[in-house]
């Protein structure tokens, strides 16, 4: 082992690591701070009439945030030009007035919500049920509005009528209606993680550092572990890493007259299949839908790509490990940085897609570099375990092409994650390559940063299949020759 | 005198299922009924010898005597089921000529590949690139596409890049004989001179006379087990009696 190079490669990638925290916190660190929420809404059945001067609404709602800084109303206009101030006011149980905001109706748009804010946003009384009077000055018959009413919530395809509790109902002056009025608030949740974001990047790296420490110990002592592995994959094996990389290239493309450019033009064909089939489907209902498809399909391509070529990585090369000896890994190693470089060439494509349909370049692109990060663990664990299974029953690859088929239709790619149906949500919630590509569409379509859990799920889901990978696969190395 | 390898009671013990499974459906089935027994084959028991620093050792033995196993075991490749091998140095296994030889790649492109499979460094490959085209003496071929060439120059070729290092072990399964008698004499020197420049060498030969010829001691193995270590002379003598 060549402890001088091994040394700074360890020390780059120490530096690697709080280059990358250090990105992130600035690239999202709104995001971590202040999280935005709204109430559910309803969907919208029918309206109160018009409110004039002199009628009160009466409506019980909840505040749902930190600090609740605005009321969203939709109104029915009438399709007329309408004079004259809606006043609402959030009163307490004694009667007292918390927050008052007040909009001219002329403002208000046909079957929108529309933001009005209140002139203090109200601070620290999450969960408490406030009333929302409604009221208007200057509104005079034939030129005022309506607010809608309704009993349905709208979850994804579906409208599911809901049972509106007695309490939970608005009055009309003082008579009680049929639904809820289509009233919701907005505010801004203080997020704790962002007191912590630094502590929990420290602690990972404290044990990050005393378990490389342990190793290295052990390493002098000229013990095997995972540090040496992965210090003479960079400082020995590079070479020959390299070579097998170039090797995978040359094979893949030889005699075709493109070449590489097939690693281009590949998701920029299926994406224009997928996008001639499915967007009458699915256009209207999404902003963007070209990159929305062609993230899901330059991802989940890599994914499929890399399971099974890597799956194969011992079985193709049966010949020279029954001939020479270097360590195992060196062989899914070598088929995975294969597919990661042409997932790089196909993210050319995607940024081209970006720039065409005219979105802009943000900061939270840069996020995406976590996220593969995350990805390439996940799909090198799936490799490992692949690959393990599949010296030992050839059957794997049949069965795989059946799984991953499953997979990516369970993978919200080219339809829309709204026709899920709620109940299901939470086990598409559980598919890592959803939290991976929806992280991607929210950093390139959003441009802004995902929620803190969703960092989570990633590096969860990433370091779970990827230690599972390792130990099955380091298990048994030994007897892959005996297999082959 | 200094240790290279030491070899110490190893033993490899294959287990062969009445017919090997390789399909979760076959597994099943065999375990359901019951049938899932194992014999076991015992390729190598309880086989201890040391080699010592420029000490050219020769294997011999009927086929499927344990030879070839014995030498995987040495280059790493079989992890012994029993005792342990311990091997001071870097070792090039020669137990195939070529390996990893790609036949859509150039020449030239599998020098390198084949190079580093071996593991050699990317700077020594490249000082020593001349070096292995003289003497695999492809000469203007070395851009073509392997599957253009010849089967002998792919030998020619295998071997060049196989020795043009020199390694402080040397496993050699046989590989003496490529190319036609020019090529065979030329390598045969080159092995000679390899040996001679103080590398450790053990190698595996069922021709009496290159033991003889090239060894110091030999070791006779026989259905798994040493029969005879010691002096080559002694041990072909007692192989051939």
Known sequence: MDWQKSKRFLLTLAAAYWALAALVYFVAGDQFHRLTVTSDALAPSSAVGEIVDGMELRQRVTLIADSVQSVDVMAATYGRANAGTMRLRLVDQQGETVAAASCDVSSLKESQYVGVPFDSAIEHRKGEALTLVIDTQGCLPGASVSLYTGNQATTGRFDIVQNIAEEDRYTLDGAPGVGKLCVRLSGVDTLAFYRVYWVIVAAAFALAAALGRYWWRQAMRGENNPLVSLCTLRTRYSFLLRQLVSRDFKTKYKRSALGMLWSFLNPLLTMAVQYVVFSTLFRSSTPNYAVYLLTGIVFFSFFNEAASMGMTSITGNAALIKKVYMPKYIYPVSRLVSSLINFGLSLVPLLLVVLLTGLPLRPSLLLLAFDVLCLMGFVMGMVLLLTTAMTFFQDTQFLWGVVSMMWMYLTPIFYMETIIPQKLLVFYHMNPMYQYITFARICIIDGVSPAPTAYLWCIVSSLTVLLLGIAAFKRHQDQFVLYL | ?241
Not at chain 2, 99 to 115: A, K
């Open chain 2, 1 to 241: 005198m200094e240790k290279m390898i030491e070899v110490r009671d190893v033993s490899m013990r294959f287990r062969m299922a009445n017919d090997r499974i390789s399909s979760i459906k076959e597994y099943v089935v065999a375990r359901l009924k019951g049938k899932l027994q194992y014999s076991e084959f015992e390729a190598l028991s309880h086989v201890s010898f040391d080699v010592g620093r420029g000490e050219v050792v020769g294997l011999v033995g009927h086929n499927g005597a344990g030879k070839s196993t014995l030498l995987k075991v040495i280059s790493g490749i079989l992890k012994p089921t029993g005792g342990s091998v311990a091997v001071h140095g870097n070792v090039v296994p020669m137990l195939e000529l070529g390996s990893g030889f790609d036949m859509d790649m150039t020449g030239r492109e599998n020098i390198f590949l084949n190079g580093a499979i071996l593991g050699y460094s990317e700077n020594f490959l490249r000082a020593k690139y001349d070096e292995i085209i003289a003497f695999s003496e492809i000469g203007q071929f070395i851009d073509v596409p392997l599957r253009n060439y010849s089967s002998g120059m792919i030998a020619r070729l295998a071997f060049s890049i196989a020795t043009v290092v020199e390694p402080e072990i040397l496993i050699v399964d046989e590989v003496l004989s490529v190319g036609d008698a020019d090529f065979q004499e030329k390598s045969k020197r080159r092995m000679m001179e390899l040996m001679g420049g103080g590398t450790t060498v053990l190698f595996v030969s069922h021709s009496m006379q290159q033991i003889r010829e090239m060894c110091g001691r030999a070791v006779w193995l026989e259905h798994g087990q040493m029969r005879l270590c010691g002096d080559a002379g002694a041990v072909c003598d007692a192989y051939r009696g």
